[in-house]
């Protein structure tokens, strides 16, 4: 699997993640835990937590990186949604792309190799939980065919301010 996206004369390679994507996918990750509402944490990752985090990915077979001339612009993980065994087929997604990056069909690009993944591990749900005012992303899921399922107003804090969680869900088996 490597397929290969053309838009706005930029050509996008998404592949499997690999061990060795650590650092740039911490990058990623750790630019939006410092400077958006995408991730509810305060805390960026250490490169030994990076590694640990991608590592349960790479072994769940749940990870992905886009790249864009050579450098990995975006990656997109699934994991399981709850803990408890009776929510063993429902999964969530996350997708981010290199500040910079945005508008090119990177997040589109990884969201369509992220749902093809899930549904070939034989999934039935993957849930996308949005900071409701993330536009970009309620658009980019519904896109995908996730509907909206309700919002959670105020479930999480950021930056000082009471955040909304909207909830999109997508039937990964018919």
């Given at each position: 699997m490597n397929p290969i996206y053309e838009r706005s004369g930029a050509v996008v390679t998404v592949r499997r993640?690999?061990?060795?994507d650590a650092?740039?996918?911490?990058?990623?990750?750790?630019?939006?835990?410092e400077r958006s509402t995408a991730l509810w944490t305060d805390t960026p990752q250490s490169p030994a937590e990076?590694?640990?985090?991608?590592a349960a990915h790479l072994e769940r077979g749940s990870a992905f990186v886009a790249e864009v001339e050579g450098e990995v612009a975006g990656y997109a993980v699934y994991g399981p949604?709850?803990?408890?065994d009776g929510y063993r087929d429902t999964v969530e997604d996350s997708v981010y792309v290199r500040e910079g990056r945005h508008g090119l069909g990177i997040g589109s690009a990884l969201l369509d190799a992220l749902v093809a993944a899930a549904r070939e591990a034989g999934h039935h749900i993957m849930i996308a939980a949005i900071e409701?005012?993330?536009a970009a992303s309620v658009r980019l899921h519904e896109r995908f065919?996730?509907?909206?399922?309700?919002?959670v107003r105020e479930a999480g804090v950021k930056f000082g301010r009471r955040l909304d969680?909207?909830?999109m869900r997508l039937a990964l088996s018919r």
């Open positions: 993640a690999r061990p060795d650092e740039a996918v911490r990058a990623i990750r750790n630019h939006a835990v990076g590694v640990a985090w991608l949604w709850r803990e408890l409701t005012e993330n065919g996730f509907q909206d399922v309700g919002t969680l909207t909830l």
